[in-house]
C-alpha cells in the first residue's frame, strides 16, 4: 500500500496542513518507509481478537448532573488571537 | 554542611525544611542561581519563573513554621512544559502555544501547590511529547548532563536532565510510549510511569488520550514514592482515573525483596541490544537474586509488533487531538482570506517537522479505506500485548528488562531517519499499551560514561510491589548517587 505523493498531499488536505513541494517528496518516502515497517502487523492472524480501544473496563463514568461554577469567560477568551462581544472571532465564513 | 543544598534529595531536604534548619526561600534562590549559571550549556528550562518561584517559597516558610508542613513544602521542583499552570505559559515546546498563559491549573499541579510544592519553572521536551529525544523542541534540543552533544532521552528530556544536573529537586514528566522510563535513563535518574488511570490527565496537554500518564523523574526511589503519594488518585475531572485507594508507597519501600518473583522476559534480550546495555542489565539481575529475588524466564511473543502498533495507534489519536490548534482559541494564529487558510497556515507554521509527520500518519490510518488495514489491526494487536503481560503476571510479581537499547545516542544521528528513531522506544512502548506501570533506575554506566537504565514493569497498579523492588536494588548499588562530572 505505498503512499502516492498525491494521496500525501491529501492527507495534508485533510489535517489542515500546507507542504512545500520538496516536503510532499520528504514525506511520501518518509512515511511510506513507516507505512512499510507497519505491513509488520499483517503477519498475526487475529481473528476474533477483540479491538482494544482502551485498556480499562470503564465505559461510562457518570456524575449527578449539578450546576457548579465554570471558567470565567474572561478567563476562557483571554488567550484568543481575536475576539469580539464575547465571542471568538475567526475571518469571515459566509 | 557537607553538601550543598541542591545536592540533596527530596527525601534529604524535607526533615530539614520541617526544623527550620533550612529555608526554603533560601533552597529555590541556591536553585534559581544554579539554573541562571548552568543552564544556558543544557537547555533544560523553557521558562523560569524565579518571581512566583520565590513568592511560592516564602509562602512555604510561612506554612512550615505554623507546623503545617508536608514532606513536599518548600521543595523546588520543575514541571515539564505539557502540565498547564495557571498564569505560567505552558508551551509544550511548540510555537503554536508560544504564548499560551493556561487559565487553571492540571490536577497534578494543583495538588503539588496544596502541599506547597516551588514551581521554578517548565522544561523542555519534543513538541506535543512527541519524540525520543528533545530534539524536537522549538525551542531548541536539550543535551544530556553526562556528555554535551547527546541526547538526554525524550520526550521528557529536561525533566530529566535537569534533576540529573541538580536543577531541581524532583520533577513530573509524561509518558506515552517511554518518555519518562527512557530519558531517566539516560541521564541516570529515576523515572516513575504509574499504569493508566492511577493519576490524572486532567491539565496533561493531550497527546495519545489512551496511552499518556503523568509521573515523577526523581534522583532515587524514595523521592519517586513521595511525588507520587501526592498525585496518585481518583479525579472526577478526568473520567479515565481510577477510583483504587491509594497505598502508601513511602510504606512499600521499607519490606524486602526475598522471594519476589522476577521475570526475565527473553524478547527484551535479543538482537540489537547494545553489549555493554545487557551486561549492565543482567549484573543488575544478579544483584535482585542476591537480595532474594527469583528469576523466571517468561515470554512475551508479541514484543515485536508493539513499534508498529504503538505508531498506528498513538499517531491516530494525536491526529484527532492536534486538530484543536487551529488559532481560534489560543496560541497563534496567521492572518489569512479565510478560514480553511486561516487553520492551514497557522498549523503549518506552528507545528514542527515530527509533529506534522505524525499528524499525516495518523490521519492516513484512520482514513476510509484504510482504517480496518492499520487501526482495527494495531486495536487488536493492542489487545494480545496486554494478554501477554497478565500471562506473564500470572506467574511472576513483576519483570525485569532494559529501559533502550542503547546508552544515550548524539544529537543530529537519527533525526533524518524517523523511523530509526521509533525503534529506540522498542522496550518501554508495550507498557504504555498495555496500560501498565514501569520504573525506570539506574543500574551502570557505558564504558563511555553514560548511564544504563534497569526497567521494571508491574502489573496494573502494582506500583507498591515496583517502588519496593526499585528500591531494594537502589540501597544495594550506588549508581544513583553518581553525579555528571561537570555539575
Given at each position: ?94 | ?52 518561584a520565590l513568592a511560592q517559597a516564602r509562602e512555604a516558610e510561612a506554612r512550615l513554621r505554623r507546623g503545617q508542613g ?145 509521573g515523577p523523574i526523581t534522583k532515587n526511589v524514595r523521592d519517586a514514592a513521595l511525588l507520587l503519594n501526592c498525585v ?161 503476571f500470572g506467574h511472576c510479581d513483576l519483570l525485569a528488562t532494559p529501559v533502550s537499547p542503547t546508552p544515550a545516542f ?78
Open positions: 500500500m505505498a503512499l502516492t505523493p498525491e494521496e500525501v498531499r491529501h492527507v495534508a488536505g485533510l489535517a489542515r496542513l500546507d507542504l512545500q513541494p520538496q516536503e510532499v517528496e520528504l514525506f511520501t518516502r518518509q512515511l511510506n518507509d513507516i507505512l512499510a515497517y507497519m505491513e509488520k502487523l499483517q503477519e498475526l492472524d487475529t481473528t476474533g481478537v477483540q479491538p482494544m480501544a482502551h485498556v480499562l473496563p470503564v465505559a461510562n463514568a457518570f456524575r449527578e448532573d449539578l450546576v457548579t461554577p465554570s471558567l470565567p469567560r474572561d478567563s476562557a477568551l483571554k488567550n484568543a488571537p481575536a475576539r469580539e462581544e464575547g465571542a471568538f472571532l475567526v475571518p469571515r465564513v459566509i | 554542611m557537607a553538601e550543598p543544598l541542591y545536592r540533596l534529595s527530596i527525601s534529604e531536604l524535607a526533615p530539614l525544611l520541617a526544623t527550620g534548619e533550612v529555608s526554603p526561600v533560601a533552597l529555590t534562590e541556591e536553585l534559581l542561581a544554579r539554573v541562571e549559571a548552568l543552564d544556558p550549556g543544557l537547555n533544560t528550562y523553557v521558562t523560569v519563573d524565579a518571581d512566583g508536608t514532606p513536599l513544602t518548600g521543595i523546588p521542583l520543575a514541571l515539564k512544559d505539557v502540565l498547564i499552570t495557571q498564569g505560567l505559559r505552558t508551551t509544550c515546546a511548540s510555537r503554536i502555544l508560544e504564548n499560551f498563559v493556561p487559565p487553571y491549573d492540571a490536577t497534578v499541579v494543583a495538588r503539588l501547590r496544596q502541599a506547597g510544592a516551588v514551581f521554578l519553572g517548565k522544561v523542555n521536551m519534543d513538541e506535543f511529547a512527541m519524540g525520543s529525544s528533545t530534539e524536537n523542541s522549538a525551542f531548541g534540543p536539550t543535551h544530556n548532563p553526562w556528555r554535551r552533544g547527546c541526547i538526554p532521552g525524550g520526550s521528557s528530556g529536561g525533566s530529566a536532565a535537569a534533576v540529573a544536573a541538580d536543577l531541581c529537586l524532583g520533577s513530573l514528566g509524561s509518558d506515552t510510549g517511554g518518555s519518562i522510563r527512557q530519558p531517566a535513563a539516560h541521564c541516570g535518574v529515576v523515572g516513575l510511569k504509574p499504569t493508566y488511570g492511577r493519576v490524572s490527565r486532567f491539565g496533561l496537554v493531550a497527546y495519545a488520550s489512551s496511552l499518556d500518564q503523568i496518585a488518585g481518583h479525579d472526577p475531572q478526568d473520567s479515565t482515573s481510577v477510583d483504587v485507594p491509594v497505598p502508601d508507597y513511602l510504606g512499600a519501600l521499607a519490606r524486602d525483596i526475598k522471594g519476589l518473583k522476577v521475570g526475565v522476559p527473553k524478547e527484551y534480550f535479543g538482537h540489537g541490544l547494545d553489549p555493554e546495555v545487557e551486561a549492565a542489565v543482567r549484573r543488575a539481575l544478579d544483584t535482585l537474586v542476591s537480595l532474594g529475588a527469583e528469576l523466571i524466564p517468561v515470554s512475551l511473543p508479541h514484543t515485536e509488533y508493539a513499534v508498529a502498533c504503538y505508531y498506528i495507534i498513538a499517531t491516530a489519536e494525536a491526529s484527532s487531538n492536534l486538530a484543536r490548534y487551529d488559532g481560534v482559541k489560543y496560541g497563534i494564529r496567521d492572518e489569512a482570506r479565510n478560514l480553511l487558510e486561516m487553520y492551514a497556515s497557522t498549523r503549518t507554521r506552528g507545528f514542527g517537522p515530527e509533529v506534522r509527520r505524525r499528524i499525516m500518519l495518523g490521519t492516513y490510518v484512520l482514513s476510509a479505506g484504510y482504517y480496518e488495514a492499520y487501526y482495527r489491526q494495531a486495536s487488536q494487536v493492542r489487545a494480545l500485548i496486554r494478554r501477554d503481560f497478565e500471562e506473564a548524539c544529537l543530529g544521528e537519527k533525526v533524518a531517519d524517523p523511523l530509526t528513531m521509533y525503534l529506540s522506544d522498542i522496550f518501554t512502548i508495550s507498557a504504555n499499551l498495555g496500560g501498565i506501570p514501569g520504573i525506570s533506575v539506574p543500574c551502570g554506566f557505558s564504558s563511555g560514561g553514560l548511564p544504563i537504565g534497569l526497567q521494571l514493569l508491574g502489573p496494573p497498579f502494582g506500583e507498591a510491589t515496583l517502588l519496593q523492588a526499585a528500591h531494594a536494588f537502589e540501597q544495594a548499588t550506588d549508581w544513583h548517587r553518581r553525579r555528571p562530572p561537570d555539575f
